[in-house]
């Protein structure tokens, strides 16, 4: 299967509302596959104690179509994964 992997980075202390426009795709799915990595301090770390701190964090949300807007987390790196035809 095809799909269209989007890489988002929102290096702010706010969330951003973003307008994704995949132009020219055709979606096979309405089903968006996402990976979040954040943190609540850009300087956010793992360590020994605490080897999970920071980690990536996996979800599906449903998208209205190849152009839609989303809110992106403050301090955050996040891969839109979207099967298309």
Known sequence: SRETI??????TAMPADVEIDLVGAKLASNVC???TLTADDP????????????????????????K????????SFTVLRLKTE
């Open 6 to 11: 989007v890489k988002i980075v929102n290096p």
């Open 33 to 35: 596959q996402v990976i």
């Open 43 to 66: 300087e956010a770390e793992n360590s020994i104690a605490q080897p999970q701190h920071v980690a990536p964090s996996q979800s599906t949300e449903v998208v209205g179509g190849a």
């Open 68 to 75: 839609f807007t989303r809110k992106f987390p403050a301090w």
